[in-house]
């Protein structure tokens, strides 16, 4: 009962503080099942894609709702990445564990870069983990994005702006284009689609952290409408690759249960008084927790 309600609120406080600073629970919720609770990586893992099904099933709803998310083009994409999150999920048991503990060592490295680079340049980069299972609409502290006006054409059947794009995806992309914009390199969107689907599978975040600058940066995809359709997707995703772990035997319903009950609560909490708080100095503050934690990892991929 005590461990219980213990985990029930350390996912409550994952889910708060990933959602006032726009990081995704995976990112936070692994070390702490990790190194807080002794879970081994792979166990933390699948807890932690189980905590993104929920939490993206709460928000892809609201999303859809507001029409702010690309269905048709988060199916397409959705489909590659679901082969990835298979083929992570098969591929993460053959690795060694301290492979994998290495591989979350940098890319909590890579997030804590990110943060501090958020007021820079690479605010599509740094939005990115807001779309790892976790509710919150949009960065936090970030000015809005303008996103440029792109020319295009009226569909003469859906009477809506649909534009066209270069090269051989013109057909596709031009379908799965919205209002204001129009989808870019649909082949290289399918390649990265199946590297954010592996990610995903083998460290047990959502995929945002790819998915969001790939439609965003390389796509064209408005950073508003890649963050809310990135947010869709991760819940099939992270379905797809948690089927290969719970074959396994490697969910334990009494661990995933508080904790993705305590995430989903804490998520709804900190997305709700998330512009009541200045959150500057705690950003900061979790920049060093999280290269503390990386670091962490490291020695622990390193056996020192």
Known sequence: M??????????AAVGVFGSLLGLGGGILLVPVLTLGFGLPLREAVAISLVSVIVTSSASAGVYLQRHVANLRLGMVLELFTAMGALAGGLIAFMLPAAVLEALFA????????????????????????????????????????????????????????????????RDLASDLSGPGYHVQRMRFGMVGAVFAGVVSALLGVGGGIIKVPLMNLSMGVPLRVATATSNMMIGITATSSAVIYLLRDEIDPYVAGPVALGVFVGASFGSRVVNRIDVRYLRWLFVVVLLVTAAQMAIKALGL
Request: zero cysteines.
């Open 2 to 11: 005590i461990v219980g309600l213990v985990l029930l609120a350390s996912g």
């Open 106 to 169: 940098v890319l909590l490295t890579w997030v804590a870069v990110s943060m501090i680079r958020r007021r820079g340049a690479s605010a599509a980069v740094s939005a990115a983990v807001v779309a790892d299972g976790d509710p919150a609409h949009s960065p936090v502290g970030d000015s809005p994005v303008a996103e440029p006006e792109t020319p295009a054409r009226v569909d003469a059947d859906a009477g809506m702006p649909v534009a066209g794009t270069p090269g051989g995806d």
